[in-house]
């Protein structure tokens, strides 16, 4: 047990005379070396109120921790207060978070026994952490500081260098975030664009927004994220101009030569086959057998009428339903038909080309309830 006790007692005497010899290049004490940023060289590198043992351990650092290093005295540094250390104050001085006297001292801990850091100045804001048996914690005020040996703490740079990279990296995470809420507008605006009809919706104004980002921010991941989409807008704007290019119009008084009628009474519905279009010329009550919608100029439909959904590309904004299935879906273009959403209706109206869908697709032309 004495061996042990005596091992212990060397072990103490060694780090405390650590803790006071300057065991670090003397080229650190020219003056044009302060401030500097240094790193802490040592496991649990204890942070003193003053420059040597007998003081008070605020707190301690792990290897590799930063400091900022404003002077050195007798093999000591004077450093910043690092984070996480508690400095205190009594509770009489502090008053919704502000000294209420002259020169108030600031101790190392919560007792007059606790050596004194600085002082701060009636009506002296401070950050209260804590409150112990009458004495308030508050973060280090500013002329407080902190020592530590010199011999744990190794020059890394200079404190005006330290505070320009991380002036540079300030910057650059401000771009970055700037440049992510533009893409994230452009997204946006992408995505409202794409869920109308691909001949109603404003390509044009997206690529703006995607142009905007490639010519502000040139060389940045933003930048190729927003020409990658601009190719893929104007790819999708090439499309159009062939979709409409396809669109066969023809003159409302187009005379059409009318296939065989058949009565509605004299055939069963066939639940597993699409309805067929109506005879827009004829009566009402017959509909037209074995035609392509192709070959008429209006095409007239029946059905409840219901919106078509969320659906990218999709050519029209509503659909018509029978028997449970889809049996066209229209295009309102500059007709207001939400008055008859989820009424039976007929529309009437042109076929457009879209060979994408497996039902016929019509231009609205008119719209009437079927009472």
Known sequence: MKQIALLFVLFITAHTYAENIDITDTSKNNPELFPFIGKVEGNRVNIRSGPNVNFEILTQLLNGGRVTVLEEKAGWYRITPPEGIKLWVHGDFVLEGKITAYSVNVRSGPGTNSSIVTQVEKGEPVNVLAIENGWVAISPPQGAYAWVSSGFVEYEMLLSEYSSQIAEKIEMDEKKKKINELLVNAEDKERLELYKPLDEADIGSVIKLYDHIIDSYPDTEGAITSKNRVAALTELKEKEKKDKALVEIEPDNTE????????????????????????????????????????????????KLKELGVVFHRPGSYKLVRNRKKVCILRAGNKNINKFLYMYVRVSGKRINSSNWRVPVLQVIEINEIK
């Open 256 to 303: 059409v030569k009318m296939p065989e009628i058949i009565v509605i009474s004299e055939i069963k519905e066939d639940q597993t086959k699409e309805p067929e279009p109506v005879d827009n010329k004829n009566n009402n009550n017959k509909i037209l057998g074995n035609i392509k919608p192709d070959n008429l100029g209006l095409l007239t439909f029946e059905g």
